[in-house]
């Protein structure tokens, strides 16, 4: 909202003072536009709490080293990182697909739609609604950035998108690879959670990965389309990435790194506590 002083001159030209023409204007749009930022903020949050619902813990502990190749499972998960703990609780929520009892299978997205319905606001629903046909966890290549403005475009395809990054492109260049799921939030596109990336001397041999695996698709399910596609086989990029970091010498998950912040909280306080015995 503008900082114009209640009683100065209206900004529409009108001759009123700003109380008496646009100030309850201004204001009801103020307060819309933060109940659709403050809609998205409880439903990343809600989405995380609803995945570690009792009811999916199989699955969840079935989905760990399928997603992270072996490197985590539900003895080593409380030792992911954060970004990490939500990188794969949003492929979990998003393309995993989840049966039931009865032998019915779902998407968690759809099916938190389905139970949550009459709990959310208009618009947690409408941005939720959203979110079930946005596309599957992809790559897209960097093509251009302005500030918080990032210009990518799918790895495969070429579609190219416009997407807003709080923190900008960190320290992606222009050429490299981010791994991420374009989500929308009201008007504009956003990463569901924060991008991992492929530096530029980490990216050749994923074409020919996705491409065999496309083929395969192809062979099976003639009718599956590249978002289908990408669902199902998009922990190809996950595992590409670890690949990588191994081949490179750094290591492929937080657990494994022993510059980890909190282990180094761990030994300087363990350092402490010999000291003083």
């Known amino acids: 909202m503008s900082t114009i002083g209640r009683n100065d001159p209206c900004h529409c030209g009108s001759g009123k003072k700003y109380k008496k023409c646009h100030l309850p204007v201004d204001k ?11 809609a998205a903020k409880f439903l990343r949050i809600d989405l995380l709490r609803f995945a570690r619902d009792e009811r999916f813990a199989l699955d969840f502990a079935k989905a760990l080293p399928l997603f992270w190749d072996g490197l985590y499972d539900a003895e080593t998960a409380d030792q992911m990182s954060q970004d ?7 492929w979990f929520f998003y393309d995993y697909d989840w049966t ?54 799918d790895f495969m395809t070429g579609e190219e998108f416009t997407v807003y990054e709080s923190g900008g492109r960190g320290q992606v260049e222009i050429g490299e690879v981010l791994l991420a799921r374009i989500i929308p ?21 994923l074409v020919e990965k996705l491409e065999a695996a496309k083929a395969e698709c192809a062979d099976k399910y003639p009718d599956a389309d590249h978002d289908e596609f990408m669902r199902h086989n998009n922990i190809i990029l996950v595992q590409h990435a670890l690949e990588q970091a191994k081949i490179q010498g750094r290591a492929q998950v937080a657990r494994l790194d022993p510059d980890r912040e909190d282990h180094k909280l761990q030994q300087k306080i363990l350092r402490k506590v010999q000291r003083y015995r």
Do not use: C
């Open 28 to 38: 009801a749009a103020e307060r819309e536009q933060r109940a659709w930022k403050e």
């Open 84 to 90: 990490e703990a939500t990188r794969f609780i949003d």
């Open 100 to 153: 039931d009892k009865e032998g019915n299978t779902s998407r968690l997205i759809e099916l938190y739609r389905q139970e949550m319905e009459d709990d959310l606001s208009k618009q947690q629903i409408e941005t939720l609604d959203g979110w079930l046909t946005a596309g599957a966890f992809g790559a897209y290549t960097l093509l251009d950035y302005d500030g918080q403005t990032l210009s990518v475009a």
């Open 185 to 205: 939030v009201r008007d504009r596109l956003e990463f569901s959670t924060a991008a991992a990336y492929l530096p530029a001397d980490e990216i050749d041999g």
